[in-house]
């Protein structure tokens, strides 16, 4: 039952990725195509554009839960989303476990620091504190370091300390 709850769970949060419609952002989905895909080149002036000839479904490797949520998604919204992936030409039984295995088991996320500087124009004092540590002409540049410590009231994830 946990496993359930955890899926519907993953399901919902994948909808909220998408509830952005066209500036949605997600993780491309992992396919191997078991040798059954092939690229086929425009013409030979363009020889990296052109179709990509799917004979057979591919097997999924990582990304069910996001094809969970995309499906949802487009159900409820009767919209299209593009959906990105990467596509191995060909895997092994084993080759494929042991990607799925290390994506899941061995993916590290980004530090909070570093997240709350990529969105430092969603958060304003955290774009004010990257400013004053950033700019040539502040009294804090080259006399501050930003770090994942949280302030008390724990609006931002910066903290200048001055030296």
Wanted: hydrophobic share 40%; charged share 20%; proline share 4%.
């Amino acid at each position: 039952m946990l496993g359930s709850n955890s899926i519907l769970a993953n399901s919902l949060v994948q909808l909220i990725y998408l509830s952005r419609g066209e500036n949605s952002l997600f993780p491309p989905i992992l396919l191997n195509a078991e040798s059954n895909w092939e690229f086929v080149a425009y013409d030979k002036l363009r020889p990296n554009f052109g179709r990509l000839l799917c004979n057979k479904k591919a097997s999924l490797i990582d990304g069910q839960h996001r094809l969970g949520g995309i499906k949802s998604y487009i159900r409820d919204t009767n919209s299209e989303l593009n959906v990105p992936f990467v596509a191995f030409h060909f895997l092994d039984g084993d080759e494929e476990i042991q990607l799925f295995d290390t994506i899941n088991t061995k993916g590290k996320p980004i530090g909070s620091s570093l997240s709350k500087f990529l969105q430092r124009q969603a958060d304003e004092l955290s774009w004010i504190s990257t400013e004053l540590a950033l700019r040539n002409d502040s009294p804090f540049h080259n006399n501050s370091s930003i770090t994942g410590k949280t302030l008390l009231d724990a609006k931002s994830l910066y903290k200048i300390f001055i030296d």
